[in-house]
T-cell receptor, first 109, second 115 residues
């Protein structure tokens, strides 16, 4: 089955700096790569996604890049704010739907 | 729509007891997923249904776990007998038709503590 690895597991950045979270996947059939944000005690919610026919997608301060050849994709958050502090999960889906292990992001004011 | 509704939100039980978690997906959604979340293992896919039919239950940890979806608006995840290592947050999620792409809508989760 699919194996999604996510790094780093924890990340601290100063407010205003950028944050980058990286994921790799193993199943070449995976064709959809969403990112979810989970605030403390809350449910995971979709923040951005990318499909395999696209290399990059941006939505305001967040962007995702995909390298299908290398089987990795990344989340980029620019101009980080304290409210960006949360756990972020990547996922890869094709025949299955699996999440990475999560990255706990702390934005220090 | 009220979103995905899960109950109970919190459950504390003793080892050996039966636990039943319930989920009402968003109306019209064809897919329903059960996930378990722990600090150690993150979000684990337990089972998912398409049009009420279980498609993949390979994530169900052992025979103590079972899941059913008797109709399009209701699903249960049962643990019998429960053990302390089952303590986790269990999320139900649903999504509309269209394969396995597209947004998953999560419920608030059921936090289970087995003493």
């Amino acid at each position: 089955g699919e194996n999604v690895e996510q790094h780093p597991s924890t990340l601290s950045v100063q407010e205003g700096d950028s944050a980058v979270i990286k994921c790799t996947y193993s199943d070449s059939a995976s064709n959809y790569f969403p990112w979810y944000k989970q605030e403390l005690g809350k449910r995971p919610q979709l923040i951005i996604d990318i499909r395999s026919n696209v290399g990059e997608k941006k939505d305001q301060r967040i962007a995702v890049t995909l390298n299908k050849t290398a089987k990795h994709f990344s989340l980029h958050i620019t101009e980080t704010q304290p409210e960006d502090s949360a756990v972020y999960f990547c996922a890869a889906t094709g025949n299955q739907f699996y999440f990475g292990t999560g990255t706990s992001l702390t934005v220090i004011p | 729509d009220a979103g995905v509704i899960q109950s109970p939100r919190h459950e504390v039980t003793e080892m050996g007891q039966e636990v039943t978690l319930r989920c009402k997906p968003i109306s019209g959604h064809d897919y329903l997923f059960w996930y378990r979340q722990t600090m150690m293992r993150g979000l684990e896919l337990l089972i998912y249904f398409n049009n009420n039919v279980p498609i993949d239950d390979s994530g169900m940890p052992e025979d103590r776990f079972s899941a059913k979806m008797p109709n399009a608006s209701f699903s249960t995840l049962k643990i019998q007998p429960s053990e302390p290592r089952d303590s986790a947050v269990y999320f139900c999620a649903s999504r509309p038709a269209g394969g396995l792409t597209g947004e998953l809508f999560f419920g608030e989760g059921s936090r289970l503590t087995v003493l």
